[in-house]
């Protein structure tokens, strides 16, 4: 018995199995990249609504140091604009305005350099942190930097570094 007599359209579903996949891959990329922007677009927003609420309690509470209460990275991905980029740091903008821009490398437009932070590897043995600072033109994502550390090294462009050491130290806690 010849199947390819019994079923004449095997190369054709072949073909076109083979076709949808890679239309499937394709897609499913593209729906990656979208929902990437899409994160980041809410994400600048809930990060500020969640600096902003911190800022209230901090204010109700008298205390002086930044980001006390509010742990930027720890239980979801938080988003700023980036203010700086230095050879080893990317520094996020802390009035939430952007601040540094770059040309996007396809209609090369100017627009803001905006970051995610995260820990995004928990263990005993150690812990990653990660900033990566990229921008977002012609419904895609333009990676610039990526920095990782062991430690939280979150730092802000108005926040002097000895009230950027007493919030890591409290925040450990
Ligand atoms: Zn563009």
């Known amino acids: 018995m010849k199947l390819e007599e019994i079923f004449p359209n095997i190369n054709e579903v072949d073909r076109e199995l083979a076709e949808s996949l890679s239309r499937k891959d394709s897609l499913e990329k593209r729906a990656e990249t979208l929902k990437e922007i899409r994160d980041a677009i809410s994400g600048l927003e809930n990060t500020e609504r969640r600096h902003r609420e911190d800022e209230k309690n901090k204010n109700k509470k008298n205390q002086k140091y930044c980001s006390t209460y509010f742990d930027p990275g720890k239980y979801d991905t938080a988003y700023y604009f980036v203010a700086k980029i230095t050879e080893k740091d990317v520094i996020a903008s802390h009035d939430f305005e952007p601040k540094l821009y770059g040309n996007c490398p396809e209609c090369n437009s100017k627009i803001p350099v905006i970051m995610w932070y995260a820990q995004t590897y928990d263990s005993p043995e150690g812990d990653t942190w990660e900033k990566d600072a990229f921008m977002i033109c012609c419904d895609k994502i333009h990676k610039v ?21 007493i919030r890591n130290t409290l925040s450990k806690i």
């Open 145 to 165: 930097k990526h920095v990782a550390s062991s430690y939280r090294f979150l730092s802000f462009d108005n926040c002097s570094s000895t009230e950027d050491i």
